[in-house]
């Protein structure tokens, strides 16, 4: 089935204790993407990546890094999380990145930082 | 600016038709879409439109594009529980293809 994961789907952390979520997907895409989802704010975008070894900021890249060692997956790290990047984290991948393409989805990542 | 605005709330009656509306800023837009977010779900397209069009309509499901007025609306016809979620607006443009931009959502909840 094709399909973007991710993991953990809930996590609790504490402020300043380094994390990683992971996303893949087996569909073969070039483009994947990291967004966060704040309430009143919908979705924006934290990093996207074009191929491998592509990364590029999106609106809100501050505070998060992510990398892109091969192409079914985009992690996504937090050196030293702080309360206010809790939030609700998506991943998704398209074929590409052209007008055209739709964009998959995967099912959340609910982050605390306490 | 680059905002995609949206009401946040919307509650019709089961067997009405919902209409969830949207504007967007940019006029190079190109693609706009409708995602929709069930609970504790990621994000599904349920359709979009090319924005030389002015409609779409996909079984229960018709969008309108106002270009001038860069208005959007989703209209879900029979509404059922199942259709209980956020719809969220989302528009891409020929500057930068490489990112959408997302609406707040709208919750759509239906009343017995």
């Known amino acids: 089935e094709a399909q973007v994961t991710q993991n953990p789907r809930y996590l609790i952390t504490v402020t300043g204790k380094k994390l990683t979520v992971t996303c893949s997907q087996n569909?073969?895409?070039?483009?994947m993407s990291w967004y966060r989802q704040d309430p009143g704010l919908g979705l924006r975008q934290i990093y996207y990546?074009?191929?491998?070894?592509?990364?590029d900021k999106g609106d809100v890249p501050e505070g998060y890094k992510v990398s892109r060692k091969e192409k079914r997956n985009f992690p996504l790290i937090l050196e030293s999380p702080s309360p206010n990047q809790t939030s609700l984290y998506f991943c998704?991948?398209?074929?590409?990145?052209?007008?055209?393409?739709?964009?998959?989805f995967g099912p959340g990542t609910r982050l605390t930082v306490t | 600016g680059e905002d995609v605005e949206q009401s946040l709330f919307l509650s019709v009656r089961e067997g009405d038709s919902s209409v969830i509306n949207c504007t967007y800023t940019?006029?190079?837009?190109?693609?706009l879409y409708w995602y929709k977010q069930e609970p504790g779900a990621g994000l599904q397209l349920l359709t979009y439109?090319?924005?030389?069009?002015d409609m779409k309509q996909d079984q229960r499901l018709t969008v309108l594009l106002n270009k001038k007025d860069k208005h959007l609306s989703l209209r879900i016809a029979d509404t059922q529980t199942g259709d209980s979620a956020i719809y969220f607006c989302?528009?891409?443009?020929?500057?930068?293809?490489?990112?959408?931009?997302f609406g707040s959502g709208t919750r759509l909840s239906i009343r017995p």
């Open positions: 998704a991948s398209s074929l590409g990145q052209g007008l055209s393409y739709e964009q998959y």
């Open positions: 569909m073969n895409h070039e483009y």
């Open positions: 990546s074009m191929n491998v070894e592509v990364t």
């Open positions: 940019d006029s190079s837009s190109t693609y």
């Open positions: 439109i090319f924005s030389n069009m």
């Open positions: 989302a528009e891409r443009r020929y500057s930068s293809a490489s990112k959408i931009i």
